[in-house]
């Protein structure tokens, strides 16, 4: 099955240009090998085309398909405040910590879509979702991260059934997280974040009401 495409979203930002970028453009190569589809080209001036007379931040939509193709789209972007904190809830939809793809980011994206839906926007910023042990695994558009006091953010290891996000693989690479299965009960004792490369780190809490 090849009927979807990659995804990679990035940040640009006029005085920086792409934020992550050589993370982002090494986990579009790897994820293409992964599933057969041809080494990306020209990706670079792809991006840079699509940014050439952006003034104001921008949201980078890459898309990469099967046959070699590229789209890119920007819209605006407004960055957090830096006191944000979201508001997280658990979805009764479940993940398979089987399914291969999910360790992808593609434009299959029906689980993360039924998971959003569970709750409006007033009721939940973002929503975590489990797989079919009850491991926490990720949110629909961010990599989960717990603080748990041992001074180094906890993240889900990846065959719980997860995105390896690009801020997730930094965060672990500059050895500011660690990597750990997290438990519901886990939640309650430390202090939740969720991210994204676009957004970055973000403090959250977890409604139960």
């Not at 980011?105 to 009721?123: D, G, I, L, N, S």
């Not at 996000?165 to 519901?184: D, H, K």
Request: aromatic share 6%; proline share 4%; hydrophobic share 35%.
């Amino acid at each position: 099955m090849k009927d979807f495409s990659l995804i990679e979203t990035l940040r640009w930002q006029p005085d920086e240009g792409f934020i992550r970028l050589r993370l982002h453009l090494a986990r579009l190569s790897r994820s293409a090998r992964r599933i057969g589809f041809p080494e990306p080209m020209d990706v670079v001036a792809k991006l840079e085309d699509a940014v050439r007379d952006g003034k104001e931040p921008r949201r980078v939509r890459l898309t990469f398909d099967s046959q070699g193709r590229i789209d890119v789209t920007t819209a605006p972007f407004t960055p957090l405040q830096q006191d944000t904190i979201w508001k997280l809830r658990i979805t009764s939809t479940r993940l398979d910590s089987t399914d291969k793809l999910l360790r992808i980011k593609t434009t299959c994206r029906a689980v993360y879509e039924a998971a959003r839906a569970e709750f409006t926007p007033q009721q939940a910023d973002e929503v975590i979702l489990l797989n079919e042990r009850q491991d926490v695994c990720e949110g629909t558009i961010t990599s989960v991260f717990l603080d748990d006091g041992s001074g180094i953010l906890r993240t889900p290891p990846i065959s719980c059934g997860l995105l390896a996000g690009v801020l997730r693989t930094e965060l672990i690479c500059q050895r500011e997280a660690r990597v750990g299965r997290i438990t519901l009960d886990d939640l309650d004792k430390g202090t939740l974040y969720v991210g994204n490369s676009l957004r970055g780190l973000i403090r959250a809490t977890l409604q139960k009401d």
